[in-house]
């Protein structure tokens, strides 16, 4: 009985401090934005990177946590990037995924893609898509330049970053950790 007690006492522990939630993904992302700024009634068209970092529950599939990362020049040419946690819907329709974000109002994205088996971390491989494409939709949305109220489309692909989310996974890391290490990345690249 006395070691049946110890073993639940260690069980607890261990749920207490393993890591919450079941994968996490780190996309990078591509975009070619092209809009009317209605701040100056003129056409812009820009490039805009990104990264969306994904914290996937293991057991149901649904999306625990997410961080978006966009970064691109500003209308001055200034190196910047910008954090959001986007409202986000994941929708898993047979060998198939689509992905919606709603970034921080007035920026829209749906995008999808096809699952594969992949080596993200874990003795297993898992499901995941390691491409996806679509478009997104800007009315009145910020970008990446607080003075630009854009209105107009963007592409966009995000490609999974294989080396970024491996050693998430196989370090077991939290969603913030890998937010810290994209954002260090950001920082010494010049953006801020």
């Given at each position: ?32 934005v092209k809009a009317i700024d209605s701040e100056t009634d003129t056409l812009v068209g820009f490039a805009v990177r990104g990264y969306l970092i994904l914290d996937i529950n293991d ?134």
């Amino acid at each position: 009985m006395k070691t049946l007690k110890v073993l639940l006492v260690v069980l607890a522990m261990l749920a207490v401090t393993a890591p919450s939630f079941g994968y996490i993904l780190v996309y990078n992302a591509f975009g070619r934005v092209k809009a009317i700024d209605s701040e100056t009634d003129t056409l812009v068209g820009f490039a805009v990177r990104g990264y969306l970092i994904l914290d996937i529950n293991d057991v149901n599939g649904d999306v625990d946590d997410n961080y978006w990362l966009a970064y691109g020049k500003d209308s001055e040419g200034t190196k910047v990037s910008t954090l959001s946690v986007p409202n986000l819907e994941l929708s898993v329709n047979g060998k198939y995924e689509t992905l919606y974000m709603d970034i921080d109002g007035g920026w829209y994205a749906t995008i999808l893609g096809k699952r594969v088996s992949r080596d993200i971390g874990f003795a297993d491989k898992r499901l995941v898509v390691y491409t996806m494409s679509g478009n997104s939709i800007l009315v009145d949305g910020i970008v990446l330049d607080g003075a630009q109220l854009l209105r107009g489309a963007s592409s966009m692909v995000l490609t999974l970053n294989s080396s970024l989310t491996h050693s998430a996974n196989a370090d077991s890391d939290d969603i913030e950790t890998v937010l810290d290490d994209v954002i260090t990345i950001l920082t010494t690249a010049g953006y801020y």
